[in-house]
């Protein structure tokens, strides 16, 4: 949706000047002595400051431009004018670190909306310029686009998870006139490869165990640092990994130190500098093991 203003007729410009060819500065120049009062005063600024803060910016990156490139202003008034617009970008810096809120307004994409359009065109108006079309018009902002797209949307489906949690409330009244929910298998239930798949981790081609087997555990444990014991099936395992094997499957129930014998494999294997992915709720947990297990080596937990 836009909006168009009338121009005003030539002289109509409260400060319009014939001779002045920068009459938009002296208006700059007010507006952000009023942004610089308020934000001096009261430390943060309103709406409507910050609102004229964004247009005392895009004005003065404009007008700066037009004043470097048009050749028909002399050498030495152009310098004067650069000079009061760095005055203004000065004023507008210190304003900015006043308030730090009023930075991202600083940037040259910042995109103004309808009440800053009004407001551009209104000082631009006041100062006498002469406006072309697209000047006068308010443009609409854009309506907000959805994060999800519409084709993902559509295969949204709400987990069994919500509305079950949603009738366990115990401040809710449950609604049981809702119809039951037929049961929808799971899409590989049934398939009759499911079996073929699960004897393929357990059988080779050959038909013999596609697992080998660990070697016997070491007489003398010289894995482990002093004070720590291994379990024998770590024995075991950091044996295998110390006889030149790198290929392996974790699949110990929780509390046998799986966490212990990856860390101590990697370190035998001088697989470092090396990066674990891991949940954020066991990052400190995999520090620690680190550190008790391979002291000789450094750990730095990154969030994020």
Do not use: C
């Not at 930075?103 to 108006?125: E, F, H, Y």
């Not at 686009?145 to 919500?162: H, L, T, Y």
């Amino acid at each position: 949706m836009a909006t168009r203003v009338r121009r005003r007729p030539d002289g109509q410009g409260q400060n319009q000047r014939k001779d002045d060819p920068a009459p938009l500065i002296p208006v700059l120049a007010r507006r952000v002595r009023e942004v610089e009062s308020r934000v001096s005063s009261k430390g943060k600024a309103s709406p409507t400051n910050r609102t004229k803060f964004l247009v005392v910016a895009l004005l003065m990156r404009s007008e700066r431009a037009r004043v470097r490139d048009d050749a028909s202003i002399p050498g030495g008034t152009r310098a004067d004018l650069l000079k009061r617009l760095d005055g203004i970008a000065t004023i507008l810096a210190q304003i900015a670190a006043r308030d730090t809120s009023l930075l991202t307004l600083l940037d040259a994409n910042a995109k103004p909306g309808p009440a800053a359009q009004q407001m551009r065109r209104d000082w631009l108006l006041e100062s006498g310029a002469e406006l072309a079309e697209e000047d006068l018009v308010i443009q609409a902002p854009e309506p907000p686009r959805p994060v999800v797209p519409p084709q993902i949307a559509a295969r949204q489906v709400m987990p069994q998870s919500v509305p079950s949690r949603a009738l366990a409330n115990p401040f809710l009244s449950p609604d049981l006139g809702r119809a039951q929910q037929e049961y929808l298998p799971g899409r590989l239930a049934g398939w009759d490869l499911l079996s073929p798949l699960y004897r393929a981790f357990e059988q080779g081609a050959g038909g013999e165990a596609a697992s080998m087997d660990l070697p016997p555990k070491p007489q003398i444990d010289r894995f482990s640092p002093p004070g720590s014991q291994l379990m024998v099936h770590q024995s075991r395992f950091l044996q295998s990994v110390q006889e030149g094997h790198r290929t392996f499957l974790l699949a110990d129930e929780p509390g046998l130190g799986k966490t212990a014998q990856s860390v101590m494999a990697a370190s035998i294997a001088g697989a470092y500098p090396m990066l674990a992915v891991v949940p954020n709720v066991v990052k400190i947990n995999w520090a620690r093991e680190v550190e008790r297990w391979t002291p000789q080596r450094r750990v730095t937990v990154i969030h994020g």
